[in-house]
């Protein structure tokens, strides 16, 4: 009765006591990592008694996972240090391309005509174009150098050196990518040309396949026309 008065006079709620059941065993839908994969294939290439087939295609896996595991590697570094450095460079890139356009102004006026001083003005804006491409093409996987307060311009100039190979490099590779792909639209090319010919035998073909009708110059094909509901035309052709 006391029990019933504190609770409002409804009864206490049944606890459900029933285990809950567990799954047995591991996940089997579980995507398991590059890392645990090259544990499980250098475990298996420690057994002595491994055909040497199955060996083989175990270091070819290996081999492929560990450069897979490296690239991933490599991006990681690379989103690291974009997101941490972003707004460093973006500060500096425009306070270069401010500067630019204020020497680009100087230049393009009538009203400097001293000839040392435009030649000054000359190579300042020919620094601080190679400055915005220090930035634009500064390696994604490096802790950023400032081109603009930092005080050693050594290692400024030995970045500036890694980065113009890199370009050259990238400029190469785009240039050997571009001949190739117009080889092998050169080759599709023929290639539709000889079947859009036909081939040798093509004349042949189309004089021995029939007309549409069916009938040559003295065999109507198909139904006749009725010339009474044709119309002509001034010049003789008809009109349907």
Do not use: C
Not at 97 to 121: C, F, I, P, Q, Y
């Amino acid at each position: 009765k006391e029990a019933k008065d504190k609770g409002g006079g409804r009864p206490a709620p049944k606890q459900n006591n029933v285990p809950v059941s567990k799954p047995k065993g591991k996940n089997k839908s579980k995507v398991r990592s590059i890392k645990d994969r090259i544990r499980g294939i250098e475990r298996l290439l420690q057994k002595d008694d491994l055909a040497p087939e199955g060996r083989e295609k175990a270091m070819r896996s290996l081999e492929e996972l560990k450069s897979r595991q490296q690239d991933n590697v490599q991006k990681e570094k690379e989103i690291k240090f974009s997101k941490k450095y972003h707004m460093v460079k973006f500060i500096e890139r425009q306070k270069l391309e401010r500067k630019l356009s204020t020497v680009e102004k100087w230049l393009a006026s009538d009203k400097n005509d001293d000839a040392g001083e435009r030649d000054k003005m000359v190579q300042q804006r020919e620094r601080i174009v190679a400055d915005i491409e220090y930035i634009k093409n500064f390696p994604r996987d490096r802790k950023y150098v400032s081109v603009i307060k930092t005080q050693d311009r050594a290692a400024v100039e030995a970045i500036r050196r890694d980065i113009q190979k890199s370009v050259e490099k990238k400029a190469l590779e785009k240039a050997r990518r571009s001949s190739d792909d117009e080889a092998d639209g050169r080759d599709d090319e023929d290639e539709d040309d000889f079947f859009a010919d036909g081939g040798e035998d093509s004349d042949a073909r189309q004089e021995a396949r029939p007309s549409r009708g069916g009938g040559g110059d003295d065999d109507v094909g198909g139904d006749e026309v009725d010339t009474s509901e044709v119309g002509g035309g001034d010049d003789g052709t008809l009109v349907l």
